[in-house]
């Protein structure tokens, strides 16, 4: 029963369509209320109470899926439905009901053999779907990376073992080549685990994770850290392949780390040596010599070739056709030769996909930001952040009385946003927290505005492999 309704794509309710995910929404809003009180760290979920709905709430909810699909359930039922789509939100920050102990587990929610949901989400990808893209990125494959996909093919095949390093430059096909070996493995049943070090690099990962959230990584990470993965949870068991010390002590656990081990001594540093990205970005280019030279010039700043080092400083000559020579504004100047006809392509996903302007200082990124919101012509809405102390906070101390909020307001670092949010419709915007990974929305994720409320903002996603409408809702 709650098999058929929870893949379901759509809903009727209350006269109305709704799709799942709303109607999902709305159903743990309710149970949420009253069911659990998450304190959040960041990003992270510290705290998950379990307080049984009451008797009305229970009955609100059997309406609404009564109405919704004509499903009876039962209270218990219900409860532990409830249960089952708390652990499907929790499921999109890496946690799991059974890291919080006053939790109860839902009778019937591991519908699986393995009576994990990390393992069988792991193995529960389209098999079909792997094959094609396998098919279809195997057969792209220049002679270098097909030598590598071969080898590790080869080794998963014959259950050998082996240690590999991927090594390249930018957009020489790392990504391409653990693409293609992710469908080659997953197709066949078995798990890999696709992690990268940020939240918008994961992205670009089939199933990827950033390495923090798949082995539990404390942020931030000190040299006492260890993974904060507990014996029997289920991440643990999804990785139990992985080295285990037990009761090991800092020394211990350094000579288990991969480089300490003899293990290293074996590991293969596989290169990958064609820029690929040049090569596939302008396969109109007649002039191969030209895009040859301009990648080596690249490669060259990149291995600081170029420029004499003075001081940590060197000096670069940047080709004429790169410069904006003929200005009066810089500002303008750079949006106009970045954006051409801003104004009328400010909401085009594909245009937008494909520009940024980058400036290494934030003041200049907040000039370039404002100048932009000036060109959009729709009515300009203004959000400010929260400017008071959370008093259960157990920092709270006299020195804060020393700090009004007029000045905490003034301040502008790298760390925090401003204090005040000036946003319109169709305004490109950048999200600078990692809210859901697994519906791409990172550190990083552009998105275009596509509606203000007085507390909510609803955008598109611009950027990432996911591209659709998602809410962002600020705290
Ligand atoms: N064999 C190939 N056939 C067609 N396109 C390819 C091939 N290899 C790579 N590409 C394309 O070249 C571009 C760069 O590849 P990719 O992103 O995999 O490089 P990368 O080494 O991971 O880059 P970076 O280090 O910058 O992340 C991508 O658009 C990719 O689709």
Redesign the pocket.
């Known amino acids: 029963m709650f098999t058929s309704w929870m893949h379901s794509n759509k809903i009727c309710s209350y006269g109305r369509d709704l799709t799942y995910h709303q109607y999902v929404s709305r159903f743990v809003y309710v149970a949420r209320k009253r069911c659990w009180q998450p304190r959040k760290q960041g990003n992270t979920i510290g705290r998950l109470i379990w307080v049984p709905p009451s008797a009305g709430e229970l009955f609100y909810l059997r309406m609404m899926l009564s109405t919704a699909k004509g499903i009876q359930l039962t209270e218990k039922e219900t409860i532990h439905l409830c249960l089952t789509e708390i652990g499907n939100m929790l499921q999109a920050n890496r946690r799991s009901l059974r890291d919080f102990p006053s939790m109860p587990y839902p009778i019937g929610y591991a519908p699986n053999q393995h009576h994990n949901k990390l393992i069988h989400n792991e193995m529960a990808y389209d098999k079909q779907m792997l094959v094609a893209e396998f098919n279809r990125t195997y057969h792209?494959?220049?002679d270098e990376?097909k030598s590598i996909v071969d080898t590790i093919i080869r080794v998963v095949d014959t259950q050998s073992t082996g240690v590999y390093f991927l090594y390249?430059?930018?957009?020489?096909?790392?990504?391409?080549?653990w693409t293609t070996l992710s469908s080659a493995i997953r197709s066949n049943g078995g798990i890999i685990c696709t992690v990268a070090s940020s939240g918008i690099a994961s992205l670009?990962l089939p199933g990827g994770q950033t390495a923090h959230s798949k082995f539990a990584i404390p942020v931030p990470a000190t040299q006492n850290s260890t993974c904060n993965i507990h014996q029997d949870s289920e991440l643990a068991e999804l990785l139990k392949i992985l080295p285990i010390v037990p009761k090991g002590n800092r020394s211990d656990i350094v000579h288990a780390t991969i480089n300490a081990s003899y293990i290293w001594d074996h590991c293969q540093i596989l290169r990958?040596t064609k820029n690929?990205?040049l090569l596939?970005s302008a396969p109109e280019q007649p002039n191969n010599q030209e895009l040859k030279q301009f990648s080596d010039w690249l490669l060259d700043i990149g291995d600081s070739k170029i420029g004499q080092a003075n001081d940590e400083f060197s000096e670069i000559s940047i080709p004429d056709e790169f410069l904006i020579k003929d200005y009066t504004d810089p500002i303008h100047a750079i949006v106009e030769a970045t954006c051409p006809n801003l104004i009328h392509n400010y909401s085009n996903t594909n245009y937008l996909q494909k520009r940024v302007v980058l400036a290494s200082k934030k003041e200049i990124v907040d000039k370039i930001n404002n100048y932009v919101l000036s060109l959009i012509p729709n009515d300009e809405r203004e959000y400010c952040n929260a400017d008071s102390i959370d008093k259960s906070d157990e920092l709270l101390n006299l020195a804060f009385g020393l700090l009004p909020p007029k000045f905490l307001n003034s301040l502008q670092t790298s760390s925090i946003p401003n204090h005040k949010l000036k946003l319109k419709v169709g305004t490109p915007i950048m999200l600078i927290r990692n809210l859901d990974q697994a519906a791409g929305l990172c550190n990083g994720t552009r998105l275009i505005i596509t509606k203000l409320g007085s507390n909510v903002v609803e955008s598109e996603v611009v950027t990432g492999p996911n591209i659709g409408i998602e809410h962002t809702y600020p705290e």
């Open positions: 792209l494959l220049i990376q390249g430059y930018g957009g020489t096909g790392k990504t391409f080549v670009l990958l690929m990205r596939s």
